[in-house]
């Protein structure tokens, strides 16, 4: 497979650009000082992308017009224009199920960190303020009795359902259809589901189809006791009206591993108490990104050795 060009546009893990410099001729964009020259001349030759980290586009494809596969590191890949991939004649695969695990440990930490405000109490001692002022005070929510909604229940989504039962929380869902064979009750609306739950988990992936899904009207569906716990995209949520509704009242709380505009946090969000914020840690054990980085290495071996991707994104299926 040494003929074969990849291009690899950001850095990626050791186990990824190691066993790809190995098997393919790699142009590691990133090492270049003028990567535009580089693409330009090189760009005819690419048959593969191995893709860490930015986007696809029609702009950016025309620069590879002879490439076969984008072999993407992650599940989600609203970063990615499949119609254009699919108008060039290019596989998009990701980086499903050998996250969901960690992810759903996330999810449930995060949930647990907003709730009982563990993030504050942490900083209460750290500051020396148990010792000088006496116990972190009591909180005012409790896991107990809580009704989990899931936006979501995919992959990831049911692996939270699974940990979130142990935890002895009710459990319903939204998704665009209700799901054979699962006994959690189904809200045929967001709204529907936040009105029945209390706690609201969003696993569902970005787009333009999910875009600010969850809205001012969302939110004050969930209610005053009401908390919010992110993971899946930060473009899922209406940012200015999650601020809003935290600042006066109308939820309680919110846990986010997610943001509109990452790595930029909005600063009302960060004054804010009563919310955990976490860096989009999701998947961020080396265990699980080498697993991630490993799937994406097969994905493009596989193509070029049986004609076939093995995580092929659901849209690649259905050509
Ligand atoms: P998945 O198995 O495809 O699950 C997605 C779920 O969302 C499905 O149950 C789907 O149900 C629902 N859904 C999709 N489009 C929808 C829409 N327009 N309206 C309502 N529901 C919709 O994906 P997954 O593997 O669980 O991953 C989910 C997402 O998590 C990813 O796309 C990514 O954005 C996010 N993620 C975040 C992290 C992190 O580090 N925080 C890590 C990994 C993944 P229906 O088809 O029935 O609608
Ligand atoms: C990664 C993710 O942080 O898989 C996803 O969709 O959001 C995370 O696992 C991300 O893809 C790495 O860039």
Known sequence: MKSIDILMPYPMLPIAQEQLEAAFTLHKLFE??????????????????????????????????????????????????????????AEVTHTPDVLSDEVADTAIGLMIMAIREFGQAETWLREGNWKHKGPYPLTKATLRGRKLGIFGLGRIGKEIAKRAEAFGLEISYHGRSRQEGISY?????????????????????????????VSAEILSALGPDGVLINVGRGSVVDEAALITALEDGTILGAGLDVFENEPHVPERLMQLPGV???????????????????LVVDNLKSWFNTGKAITPVPEMRQK
């Open 32 to 89: 270049a000082d003028d990567p535009d020259t580089v693409l330009a001349e090189i760009g005819d030759r690419i048959r593969g992308v191995a893709l860490g980290f930015g986007s696809v586009d029609t702009a950016f494809l025309r620069k590879i017009p002879n490439v076969e596969i984008v072999s993407s590191f992650g599940v989600g890949y609203d970063h990615i224009d499949v119609d254009a991939c699919l108008a060039a004649n």
């Open 276 to 294: 955990t914020l976490l860096p989009h840690v999701g998947s961020a054990s080396r265990f699980t990104r080498d697993a991630m980085g490993q």
């Open 185 to 213: 009750p189904y809200h045929a609306s967001l709204k529907e589901l936040a009105a029945a739950c209390d706690t609201l988990m969003v696993v569902a992936p970005g787009g333009a189809d999910t875009e600010h899904a």
